[in-house]
Protein backbone atom coordinates (compact mmCIF):
# COMPACT_ATOMS: atom_id res chain seq x y z
CA UNK A 1 0.00 0.00 0.00
CA UNK A 2 1.16 3.57 -0.80
CA UNK A 3 -0.20 6.81 0.74
CA UNK A 4 0.18 9.43 -1.91
CA UNK A 5 -0.53 13.60 -0.53
CA UNK A 6 -1.71 15.35 -2.84
CA UNK A 7 -1.40 19.32 -3.08
CA UNK A 8 -4.58 20.13 -5.58
CA UNK A 9 -7.68 18.56 -6.30
CA UNK A 10 -6.74 18.55 -9.57
CA UNK A 11 -3.69 15.72 -8.90
CA UNK A 12 -6.01 13.58 -7.55
CA UNK A 13 -6.24 10.10 -9.36
CA UNK A 14 -7.53 7.17 -7.98
CA UNK A 15 -7.29 5.67 -4.64
CA UNK A 16 -9.41 5.55 -1.60
CA UNK A 17 -9.15 8.99 0.08
CA UNK A 18 -8.35 9.43 3.72
CA UNK A 19 -9.10 12.26 6.39
CA UNK A 20 -8.75 11.60 10.21
CA UNK A 21 -8.59 7.65 9.32
CA UNK A 22 -11.15 6.34 12.00
CA UNK A 23 -13.27 5.02 9.54
CA UNK A 24 -10.72 3.84 7.05
CA UNK A 25 -8.44 2.60 9.16
CA UNK A 26 -10.78 -0.28 10.74
CA UNK A 27 -12.03 -0.58 7.73
CA UNK A 28 -8.83 -1.53 5.91
CA UNK A 29 -7.81 -3.45 9.19
CA UNK A 30 -10.61 -5.76 9.10
CA UNK A 31 -10.53 -6.35 4.75
CA UNK A 32 -13.85 -4.44 4.15
CA UNK A 33 -12.17 -1.85 2.14
CA UNK A 34 -9.15 -2.72 -0.42
CA UNK A 35 -6.77 -0.38 -1.28
CA UNK A 36 -3.29 -0.05 -3.11
CA UNK A 37 -3.10 3.42 -2.90
CA UNK A 38 -4.47 5.95 -0.14
CA UNK A 39 -4.37 9.41 -1.28
CA UNK A 40 -4.19 11.93 2.46
CA UNK A 41 -6.65 14.50 1.44
CA UNK A 42 -6.43 16.86 4.49
CA UNK A 43 -4.45 19.47 1.80
CA UNK A 44 -7.05 19.62 -0.51
CA UNK A 45 -10.59 19.62 1.95
CA UNK A 46 -11.18 23.10 3.55
CA UNK A 47 -11.27 23.06 7.15
CA UNK A 48 -13.29 25.87 9.41
CA UNK A 49 -16.43 27.60 9.25
CA UNK A 50 -17.01 30.72 7.18
CA UNK A 51 -20.24 32.55 7.07
CA UNK A 52 -22.23 29.36 6.72
CA UNK A 53 -20.12 27.69 5.06
CA UNK A 54 -18.18 24.59 6.73
CA UNK A 55 -15.14 23.10 5.34
CA UNK A 56 -15.89 19.14 5.44
CA UNK A 57 -12.40 18.47 6.87
CA UNK A 58 -13.96 20.29 10.02
CA UNK A 59 -13.60 17.96 12.70
CA UNK A 60 -16.63 16.94 15.09
CA UNK A 61 -14.51 18.80 17.87
CA UNK A 62 -14.67 21.99 16.00
CA UNK A 63 -17.88 22.22 15.32
CA UNK A 64 -19.45 20.81 18.97
CA UNK A 65 -18.28 24.29 19.91
CA UNK A 66 -18.77 25.89 17.46
CA UNK A 67 -21.72 28.78 18.14
CA UNK A 68 -21.92 30.25 14.42
CA UNK A 69 -23.43 27.35 13.67
CA UNK A 70 -27.24 25.83 14.32
CA UNK A 71 -27.64 24.45 17.50
CA UNK A 72 -29.24 20.96 15.78
CA UNK A 73 -25.56 20.25 14.00
CA UNK A 74 -23.61 21.10 17.23
CA UNK A 75 -25.55 18.88 19.13
CA UNK A 76 -25.08 16.01 16.60
CA UNK A 77 -21.44 16.68 16.58
CA UNK A 78 -21.63 16.71 20.51
CA UNK A 79 -23.24 13.75 20.96
CA UNK A 80 -21.45 11.86 18.44
CA UNK A 81 -18.64 9.14 19.40
CA UNK A 82 -16.20 9.94 21.50
CA UNK A 83 -14.01 12.80 22.58
CA UNK A 84 -11.08 10.90 20.72
CA UNK A 85 -12.80 10.45 17.97
CA UNK A 86 -14.32 13.80 17.64
CA UNK A 87 -11.04 15.03 17.72
CA UNK A 88 -10.20 12.85 14.73
CA UNK A 89 -12.80 12.56 12.93
CA UNK A 90 -14.27 15.26 9.73
CA UNK A 91 -17.43 16.50 8.97
CA UNK A 92 -17.31 14.66 5.48
CA UNK A 93 -15.68 11.51 6.63
CA UNK A 94 -18.95 11.60 9.19
CA UNK A 95 -21.06 11.93 6.02
CA UNK A 96 -19.71 8.87 4.16
CA UNK A 97 -18.91 6.60 7.03
CA UNK A 98 -19.92 2.83 6.30
CA UNK A 99 -22.72 1.04 8.11
CA UNK A 100 -22.84 -0.58 11.52
CA UNK A 101 -24.46 -3.63 10.68
CA UNK A 102 -22.69 -6.50 12.24
CA UNK A 103 -23.66 -8.78 9.48
CA UNK A 104 -21.70 -6.27 7.37
CA UNK A 105 -19.00 -5.49 9.46
CA UNK A 106 -18.08 -9.32 10.29
CA UNK A 107 -17.76 -9.70 6.19
CA UNK A 108 -21.22 -11.82 6.04
CA UNK A 109 -22.05 -12.05 2.42
CA UNK A 110 -24.60 -10.08 2.77
CA UNK A 111 -26.69 -8.21 -0.09
CA UNK A 112 -24.95 -4.70 0.56
CA UNK A 113 -21.56 -7.10 0.77
CA UNK A 114 -23.12 -8.20 -3.38
CA UNK A 115 -24.47 -10.93 -2.00
CA UNK A 116 -28.53 -12.11 -2.17
CA UNK A 117 -30.11 -11.81 1.36
CA UNK A 118 -30.29 -9.73 4.19
CA UNK A 119 -28.99 -11.87 7.09
CA UNK A 120 -29.90 -9.27 9.91
CA UNK A 121 -33.99 -9.52 8.56
CA UNK A 122 -33.90 -13.31 9.47
CA UNK A 123 -31.42 -12.43 12.21
CA UNK A 124 -30.21 -10.23 14.94
CA UNK A 125 -31.67 -7.17 14.02
CA UNK A 126 -32.56 -5.23 16.90
CA UNK A 127 -30.31 -1.90 16.24
CA UNK A 128 -32.16 -2.16 12.89
CA UNK A 129 -34.27 0.08 10.38
CA UNK A 130 -38.21 0.51 10.50
CA UNK A 131 -38.08 2.39 7.30
CA UNK A 132 -36.96 1.24 3.54
CA UNK A 133 -35.61 -1.60 5.58
CA UNK A 134 -36.65 -4.16 2.30
CA UNK A 135 -33.91 -4.88 0.31
CA UNK A 136 -31.18 -4.01 3.52
CA UNK A 137 -32.44 -3.51 7.27
CA UNK A 138 -29.48 -1.74 8.16
CA UNK A 139 -29.95 1.60 9.86
CA UNK A 140 -27.70 4.71 9.16
CA UNK A 141 -25.55 5.63 12.29
CA UNK A 142 -24.82 9.34 11.52
CA UNK A 143 -26.22 12.13 13.79
CA UNK A 144 -24.40 14.51 12.18
CA UNK A 145 -26.22 13.97 8.62
CA UNK A 146 -29.51 13.42 10.03
CA UNK A 147 -29.13 17.16 11.14
CA UNK A 148 -27.51 18.38 7.76
CA UNK A 149 -30.72 16.58 6.19
CA UNK A 150 -33.17 18.79 8.80
CA UNK A 151 -31.08 21.91 7.84
CA UNK A 152 -31.12 21.67 4.52
CA UNK A 153 -27.92 21.58 3.85
CA UNK A 154 -25.96 21.22 0.61
CA UNK A 155 -22.69 20.24 -0.92
CA UNK A 156 -20.24 20.91 -2.96
CA UNK A 157 -17.54 18.80 -4.26
CA UNK A 158 -14.77 19.03 -6.79
CA UNK A 159 -17.77 17.92 -9.54
CA UNK A 160 -21.01 19.68 -8.47
CA UNK A 161 -23.52 20.89 -5.94
CA UNK A 162 -26.15 19.13 -4.47
CA UNK A 163 -28.27 18.99 -1.66
CA UNK A 164 -27.32 16.51 0.83
CA UNK A 165 -30.37 14.41 0.62
CA UNK A 166 -29.24 13.37 -3.15
CA UNK A 167 -26.00 12.49 -1.42
CA UNK A 168 -27.95 9.36 -0.30
CA UNK A 169 -29.67 6.65 -2.02
CA UNK A 170 -31.43 2.66 -0.62
CA UNK A 171 -29.43 0.10 -2.08
CA UNK A 172 -30.75 -2.12 -4.61
CA UNK A 173 -30.60 -5.14 -6.48
CA UNK A 174 -28.49 -3.66 -9.20
CA UNK A 175 -26.33 -0.80 -6.76
CA UNK A 176 -25.86 -1.56 -3.54
CA UNK A 177 -24.29 1.41 -2.52
CA UNK A 178 -25.53 3.85 -0.27
CA UNK A 179 -24.43 6.93 -1.66
CA UNK A 180 -24.73 8.66 -4.97
CA UNK A 181 -20.61 9.88 -4.77
CA UNK A 182 -18.45 9.25 -7.83
CA UNK A 183 -14.87 7.69 -7.73
CA UNK A 184 -12.53 10.57 -7.27
CA UNK A 185 -15.28 12.92 -5.96
CA UNK A 186 -14.49 14.74 -3.15
CA UNK A 187 -16.84 16.81 -0.70
CA UNK A 188 -15.17 20.08 -0.16
CA UNK A 189 -17.84 22.14 2.00
CA UNK A 190 -21.79 22.16 3.60
CA UNK A 191 -23.50 25.28 3.25
CA UNK A 192 -26.11 25.95 5.54
CA UNK A 193 -29.44 27.96 4.80
CA UNK A 194 -29.96 30.51 7.45
CA UNK A 195 -32.42 28.52 10.28
CA UNK A 196 -34.45 30.43 12.79
CA UNK A 197 -34.54 27.35 15.23
CA UNK A 198 -33.39 23.61 15.26
CA UNK A 199 -32.67 20.45 17.43
CA UNK A 200 -30.89 17.51 17.74
CA UNK A 201 -32.39 14.60 19.89
CA UNK A 202 -30.48 11.29 20.29
CA UNK A 203 -32.04 8.13 22.04
CA UNK A 204 -28.66 5.71 23.19
CA UNK A 205 -28.27 2.63 24.78
CA UNK A 206 -26.06 4.52 27.77
CA UNK A 207 -26.23 8.04 28.21
CA UNK A 208 -23.00 8.90 26.13
CA UNK A 209 -20.60 7.64 23.79
CA UNK A 210 -23.06 5.48 21.70
CA UNK A 211 -24.18 5.19 18.20
CA UNK A 212 -27.88 6.57 17.95
CA UNK A 213 -30.56 3.89 18.25
CA UNK A 214 -32.47 7.27 16.91
CA UNK A 215 -31.39 10.30 16.69
CA UNK A 216 -34.33 13.10 15.78
CA UNK A 217 -33.57 16.51 13.87
CA UNK A 218 -35.65 19.54 13.62
CA UNK A 219 -35.35 22.96 11.64
CA UNK A 220 -37.30 25.45 10.99
CA UNK A 221 -36.14 27.24 7.78
CA UNK A 222 -37.86 30.09 6.26
CA UNK A 223 -41.43 28.39 6.52
CA UNK A 224 -40.84 25.32 6.64
CA UNK A 225 -39.89 22.73 9.20
CA UNK A 226 -37.94 19.83 8.60
CA UNK A 227 -37.41 16.57 10.45
CA UNK A 228 -34.73 14.01 9.49
CA UNK A 229 -33.90 10.54 11.79
CA UNK A 230 -30.79 8.84 12.51
CA UNK A 231 -30.79 5.26 13.01
CA UNK A 232 -34.18 4.40 11.40
CA UNK A 233 -33.64 3.32 7.78
CA UNK A 234 -30.19 2.47 5.45
CA UNK A 235 -29.71 6.31 4.89
CA UNK A 236 -30.86 9.54 6.96
CA UNK A 237 -34.41 9.25 6.80
CA UNK A 238 -36.78 12.56 5.99
CA UNK A 239 -40.02 12.62 7.36
CA UNK A 240 -42.59 15.52 6.08
CA UNK A 241 -44.15 15.33 9.10
CA UNK A 242 -44.94 13.26 12.53
CA UNK A 243 -47.81 11.41 11.08
CA UNK A 244 -45.46 9.54 8.62
CA UNK A 245 -44.06 7.61 11.32
CA UNK A 246 -47.45 5.89 10.70
CA UNK A 247 -45.77 4.31 7.68
CA UNK A 248 -43.20 2.40 9.47
CA UNK A 249 -42.63 -1.19 8.68
CA UNK A 250 -40.52 -2.46 11.67
CA UNK A 251 -39.16 -5.89 11.95
CA UNK A 252 -40.02 -7.89 15.01
CA UNK A 253 -37.71 -6.83 17.07
CA UNK A 254 -37.03 -3.32 16.12
CA UNK A 255 -40.56 -2.41 17.11
CA UNK A 256 -39.52 -1.03 19.70
CA UNK A 257 -37.88 2.12 18.11
CA UNK A 258 -41.15 3.60 16.90
CA UNK A 259 -42.62 5.12 20.28
CA UNK A 260 -38.99 5.60 20.75
CA UNK A 261 -39.28 7.79 17.02
CA UNK A 262 -42.72 9.32 17.97
CA UNK A 263 -41.62 10.53 21.33
CA UNK A 264 -37.95 12.28 19.94
CA UNK A 265 -40.05 13.83 16.91
CA UNK A 266 -42.91 15.13 19.54
CA UNK A 267 -39.75 16.70 21.72
CA UNK A 268 -38.05 18.28 18.38
CA UNK A 269 -40.96 19.35 17.33
CA UNK A 270 -41.96 21.56 20.71
CA UNK A 271 -38.82 22.76 20.84
CA UNK A 272 -38.39 24.31 17.50
CA UNK A 273 -42.29 25.49 17.41
CA UNK B 1 8.31 0.19 3.89
CA UNK B 2 8.25 3.85 3.88
CA UNK B 3 9.73 6.21 6.30
CA UNK B 4 8.32 7.65 8.94
CA UNK B 5 8.89 11.05 11.33
CA UNK B 6 7.86 10.84 14.30
CA UNK B 7 8.31 13.23 17.60
CA UNK B 8 7.57 11.52 20.52
CA UNK B 9 7.99 12.35 24.54
CA UNK B 10 10.28 15.70 22.66
CA UNK B 11 12.44 12.51 20.95
CA UNK B 12 13.15 12.24 17.71
CA UNK B 13 12.43 8.79 15.41
CA UNK B 14 12.96 7.71 12.06
CA UNK B 15 11.64 4.55 11.29
CA UNK B 16 11.15 2.70 8.69
CA UNK B 17 7.12 0.38 8.18
CA UNK B 18 4.70 -0.63 5.78
CA UNK B 19 2.05 2.38 4.87
CA UNK B 20 -1.24 1.04 6.90
CA UNK B 21 0.42 0.40 10.64
CA UNK B 22 -0.85 2.35 13.05
CA UNK B 23 0.90 4.61 15.32
CA UNK B 24 -0.08 2.15 18.20
CA UNK B 25 1.63 -0.54 16.43
CA UNK B 26 4.63 2.13 15.69
CA UNK B 27 4.87 3.23 19.53
CA UNK B 28 5.06 -0.46 21.33
CA UNK B 29 6.90 -2.83 18.69
CA UNK B 30 9.46 -0.52 16.93
CA UNK B 31 9.89 2.32 19.51
CA UNK B 32 9.41 0.11 22.54
CA UNK B 33 6.75 2.35 24.54
CA UNK B 34 4.53 -0.11 25.78
CA UNK B 35 2.63 1.84 28.02
CA UNK B 36 0.38 2.83 25.16
CA UNK B 37 -2.21 0.11 25.53
CA UNK B 38 -4.00 -1.72 22.62
CA UNK B 39 -7.53 -3.33 23.82
CA UNK B 40 -9.91 -3.32 20.87
CA UNK B 41 -7.84 -1.93 18.07
CA UNK B 42 -11.19 -0.70 16.38
CA UNK B 43 -11.76 3.05 18.24
CA UNK B 44 -14.00 1.83 20.63
CA UNK B 45 -12.19 1.86 23.99
CA UNK B 46 -9.82 4.44 24.43
CA UNK B 47 -7.01 2.26 25.73
CA UNK B 48 -4.55 3.46 23.24
CA UNK B 49 -5.39 7.31 23.59
CA UNK B 50 -2.11 9.10 23.15
CA UNK B 51 -1.80 13.32 22.55
CA UNK B 52 -0.96 15.24 19.35
CA UNK B 53 0.37 18.75 20.22
CA UNK B 54 -1.96 18.15 23.62
CA UNK B 55 -5.45 16.37 21.62
CA UNK B 56 -6.14 13.12 22.81
CA UNK B 57 -6.43 10.79 19.74
CA UNK B 58 -6.66 7.24 19.09
CA UNK B 59 -3.54 5.92 18.09
CA UNK B 60 -4.92 2.57 17.25
CA UNK B 61 -6.53 3.80 14.31
CA UNK B 62 -4.24 6.30 13.46
CA UNK B 63 -2.07 5.58 10.59
CA UNK B 64 1.86 6.51 11.51
CA UNK B 65 2.17 7.90 8.46
CA UNK B 66 -0.29 10.71 8.75
CA UNK B 67 0.99 11.82 12.33
CA UNK B 68 1.59 15.84 12.08
CA UNK B 69 2.55 17.16 15.50
CA UNK B 70 4.07 15.79 18.91
CA UNK B 71 3.31 12.59 20.11
CA UNK B 72 2.46 12.34 24.17
CA UNK B 73 2.20 9.09 25.30
CA UNK B 74 1.92 7.97 28.88
CA UNK B 75 5.65 7.52 29.47
CA UNK B 76 5.93 11.17 29.04
CA UNK B 77 3.50 12.19 31.51
CA UNK B 78 5.34 10.22 34.14
CA UNK B 79 5.79 13.33 36.70
CA UNK B 80 2.29 14.77 36.20
CA UNK B 81 0.40 15.12 38.93
CA UNK B 82 -2.26 12.90 38.14
CA UNK B 83 -0.57 9.72 38.15
CA UNK B 84 -0.17 10.44 42.01
CA UNK B 85 -3.54 11.88 41.91
CA UNK B 86 -4.73 8.07 40.67
CA UNK B 87 -2.74 6.05 43.32
CA UNK B 88 -4.41 8.64 45.93
CA UNK B 89 -8.07 8.20 44.64
CA UNK B 90 -7.47 3.95 44.12
CA UNK B 91 -8.89 4.78 40.52
CA UNK B 92 -6.58 1.60 39.19
CA UNK B 93 -7.90 -1.88 39.45
CA UNK B 94 -6.75 -4.02 36.86
CA UNK B 95 -4.74 -1.01 35.03
CA UNK B 96 -5.00 -1.67 31.71
CA UNK B 97 -7.34 1.28 30.74
CA UNK B 98 -5.53 3.80 33.25
CA UNK B 99 -2.55 5.02 30.51
CA UNK B 100 -5.41 5.98 28.51
CA UNK B 101 -7.57 7.24 31.30
CA UNK B 102 -4.33 9.42 32.53
CA UNK B 103 -3.54 10.73 28.97
CA UNK B 104 -7.25 11.81 28.22
CA UNK B 105 -7.47 13.14 31.91
CA UNK B 106 -4.02 15.16 31.48
CA UNK B 107 -5.43 16.68 28.12
CA UNK B 108 -8.27 18.04 29.90
CA UNK B 109 -6.81 19.86 33.11
CA UNK B 110 -4.65 21.38 30.72
CA UNK B 111 -7.35 23.04 29.44
CA UNK B 112 -9.63 23.15 32.50
CA UNK B 113 -8.10 22.60 35.58
CA UNK B 114 -10.82 22.67 37.86
CA UNK B 115 -13.36 20.97 35.66
CA UNK B 116 -16.63 19.88 36.85
CA UNK B 117 -18.12 16.74 37.37
CA UNK B 118 -19.48 17.17 34.29
CA UNK B 119 -16.94 18.03 32.23
CA UNK B 120 -15.09 15.26 33.26
CA UNK B 121 -18.06 12.75 32.50
CA UNK B 122 -17.88 14.72 29.01
CA UNK B 123 -14.40 14.83 28.33
CA UNK B 124 -13.26 11.46 29.69
CA UNK B 125 -16.38 9.39 27.94
CA UNK B 126 -14.07 7.76 25.16
CA UNK B 127 -12.29 5.73 27.74
CA UNK B 128 -13.69 2.70 29.09
CA UNK B 129 -13.00 0.75 32.38
CA UNK B 130 -14.05 -2.60 32.54
CA UNK B 131 -13.26 -2.67 36.26
CA UNK B 132 -15.89 -0.10 36.61
CA UNK B 133 -13.16 2.64 38.18
CA UNK B 134 -15.27 5.41 37.10
CA UNK B 135 -16.43 7.38 40.59
CA UNK B 136 -12.46 6.89 41.37
CA UNK B 137 -11.30 8.10 38.07
CA UNK B 138 -13.81 11.23 38.25
CA UNK B 139 -12.25 11.59 41.97
CA UNK B 140 -9.00 11.72 40.77
CA UNK B 141 -9.22 14.49 38.59
CA UNK B 142 -11.38 16.63 40.85
CA UNK B 143 -8.08 16.37 43.56
CA UNK B 144 -5.56 16.50 40.96
CA UNK B 145 -3.97 19.74 42.70
CA UNK B 146 -4.06 18.42 46.11
C1 LIG C 1 -16.19 3.58 17.33
C2 LIG C 1 -16.87 4.67 16.56
C3 LIG C 1 -18.02 5.26 17.05
C4 LIG C 1 -18.68 6.28 16.33
N1 LIG C 1 -19.84 6.83 16.82
C5 LIG C 1 -20.52 7.74 16.05
C6 LIG C 1 -21.76 8.30 16.48
O1 LIG C 1 -22.26 8.01 17.56
N2 LIG C 1 -22.39 9.16 15.66
C7 LIG C 1 -21.87 9.54 14.46
O2 LIG C 1 -22.48 10.35 13.76
N3 LIG C 1 -20.70 9.04 14.04
C8 LIG C 1 -20.02 8.15 14.80
N4 LIG C 1 -18.84 7.64 14.36
C9 LIG C 1 -18.34 8.02 13.04
C10 LIG C 1 -17.25 9.05 13.09
O3 LIG C 1 -17.77 10.31 13.40
C11 LIG C 1 -16.61 9.01 11.71
O4 LIG C 1 -15.87 7.80 11.64
C12 LIG C 1 -15.70 10.17 11.42
O5 LIG C 1 -16.35 11.41 11.48
C13 LIG C 1 -15.15 9.95 10.01
O6 LIG C 1 -14.27 11.01 9.68
P1 LIG C 1 -12.79 10.70 9.23
O7 LIG C 1 -12.22 12.01 8.80
O8 LIG C 1 -12.05 9.94 10.24
O9 LIG C 1 -13.09 9.77 7.97
P2 LIG C 1 -12.15 8.75 7.22
O10 LIG C 1 -12.08 7.47 7.97
O11 LIG C 1 -10.88 9.40 6.83
O12 LIG C 1 -13.04 8.55 5.91
C14 LIG C 1 -14.37 7.99 5.99
C15 LIG C 1 -14.90 7.75 4.55
O13 LIG C 1 -15.07 8.96 3.86
C16 LIG C 1 -14.18 9.06 2.74
N5 LIG C 1 -13.75 10.47 2.79
C17 LIG C 1 -13.20 11.13 3.86
N6 LIG C 1 -13.16 12.45 3.62
C18 LIG C 1 -13.72 12.63 2.38
C19 LIG C 1 -14.00 13.78 1.57
N7 LIG C 1 -13.72 15.01 2.00
N8 LIG C 1 -14.58 13.59 0.35
C20 LIG C 1 -14.87 12.35 -0.09
N9 LIG C 1 -14.65 11.23 0.63
C21 LIG C 1 -14.08 11.37 1.85
C22 LIG C 1 -13.14 8.01 2.95
O14 LIG C 1 -12.63 7.51 1.74
C23 LIG C 1 -13.95 6.94 3.68
O15 LIG C 1 -14.73 6.21 2.80
C24 LIG C 1 -18.15 6.68 15.10
C25 LIG C 1 -16.97 6.09 14.61
C26 LIG C 1 -16.32 5.10 15.33
C27 LIG C 1 -15.06 4.50 14.78
S1 LIG D 1 -29.05 -5.09 7.11
FE1 LIG D 1 -27.94 -4.61 5.19
S2 LIG D 1 -25.82 -4.66 5.87
FE2 LIG D 1 -26.97 -5.81 7.42
S3 LIG D 1 -27.06 -7.96 6.76
FE3 LIG D 1 -28.85 -6.98 5.88
S4 LIG D 1 -28.13 -6.39 3.81
FE4 LIG D 1 -26.31 -6.72 5.04
S1 LIG E 1 -7.37 0.09 21.37
FE1 LIG E 1 -7.68 2.00 20.39
S2 LIG E 1 -9.67 2.52 20.98
FE2 LIG E 1 -9.48 0.51 21.78
S1 LIG F 1 -8.87 -0.59 35.73
FE1 LIG F 1 -9.35 -2.41 34.64
S2 LIG F 1 -10.17 -1.63 32.77
FE2 LIG F 1 -9.98 0.13 33.98
Redesign the interface.
Known amino acids: ???LRPSSVEELDGGVP?HG??EV??L???GLLAAET?V?V?GLVPRGTRDGVIGAGTTL?ELEVDPSIPSALREACRLA?????R??GSLGGNLLQATRCWYWRLGYPCRLHGGDRCHARDGEHREHAIFANGFCASAHPSDVAAALVALGARLRTNRRELAIEELYRLPDEDDRRTTTLEDGELILEVELPSVQASVYLKAMDRR??SFPQVGVAAARVGSETRIALAGVAPIPWRIESAEDLDKVTPLPRTEWKVPLAQALVRRALAAVD | MSEVRLTVNGGEHVIDVPVGASLAHVLREELGLTGTKIACNEGHCGACTVQIDGVPRLSCIMLAHTVEGEVTTIEGLREHPLVDAFVRADAVQCGFCTPGQVVSAAALVAANPEPTREEIRHAMAGNICRCGTYPKIEEAILSWQD
Open positions: MELVGTVPLRELDRAASPQLNMRW
